[in-house]
């Protein structure tokens, strides 16, 4: 499903507005499920606008990298970087306790992924070579989104303890569709997002929103780390 809509939405004619679309879709979808499915304490109330914040910083850095960037690079070193990162925080920053088993696992995963990341040889014309200088902020941008992932996924582990999965997600799909989308009609885009609320963004929305939900109830099950790499599998 992960590969999926990313497929999906660098494909998309808009990325930066597709993702506006995604986001609206995402929080329409998972409303009615949200309400008969259990609830979120007061106490989850700081996690889901921390994951809300980073969700939203994720789209925005996934939008902007995949309007003119390679999904074969940006994809691959996000979610390659991302279990290292939820990997080192969660034994050194939050001092968890992460099985040593489990430790080379995740690395071997996460390697795994980041061999994917192949540029195409650029060559020597003008137009390659102005694809050159952008496949160069490539892995930048998909460090920077994986940094993102690696907080987000830290700071829903921690916020799962005092909320059911399905109605946690929705609010933070709601906050960060209110934002992003709010942002957009601030920059006059707003006819750019009803131009991409269609099918496709609904099926990206289904996919998107349904690998979250799967990640979230995996994290009531298991430790971060491991989730996230497998997660890129």
């Known amino acids: 499903l992960h590969a999926l809509w990313n497929v999906l939405l660098a494909g998309s004619r808009d990325s930066v507005a597709a993702v506006g679309a995604l986001l609206v879709f995402g929080a329409l979808l998972l409303a009615p499920a949200a309400l008969v499915t259990g609830g979120v304490s007061t106490a989850a ?8 914040a980073l969700e939203l910083g994720y789209f925005v850095l996934l939008a902007r990298a995949y309007r003119d960037g390679e999904l074969g690079v940006v994809y691959p070193v996000a979610r390659g970087s991302a279990p290292v990162l939820v990997l080192s925080a969660a034994a050194l920053g939050l001092g968890k306790e992460v099985p040593g088993l489990a430790a080379v696992g995740v690395v071997l995963v996460a390697a795994g992924v980041m061999l994917g990341a192949r540029p195409k ?4 014309t003008p137009q390659e070579g102005e694809k050159s200088g952008r496949l160069g902020r490539d892995p930048l941008f998909g460090l920077a989104i994986g940094a993102t992932i690696a907080a987000y996924t830290l700071v829903d582990s921690e916020g799962l303890e005092h909320a059911d999965p399905i109605p946690y997600l929705f609010l933070i799909a709601a906050v960060s569709a209110a934002a992003y ?53």
Request: no cysteine.
């Open 45 to 52: 109330l700081p996690f889901v606008a921390a994951s809300a």
């Open 121 to 124: 040889r650029p060559g020597f």
């Open 181 to 233: 989308t709010g942002g957009l009609l601030a920059t006059r885009r707003g006819l750019d997002l009803k131009r991409e609320l269609n099918a496709r963004a609904a099926l990206t929305a289904a996919a998107t929103f349904g690998a979250y939900a799967m990640v979230l109830a995996a994290l009531e099950l298991a430790p971060a780390a491991p989730v996230a790499a497998v997660r890129e599998s």
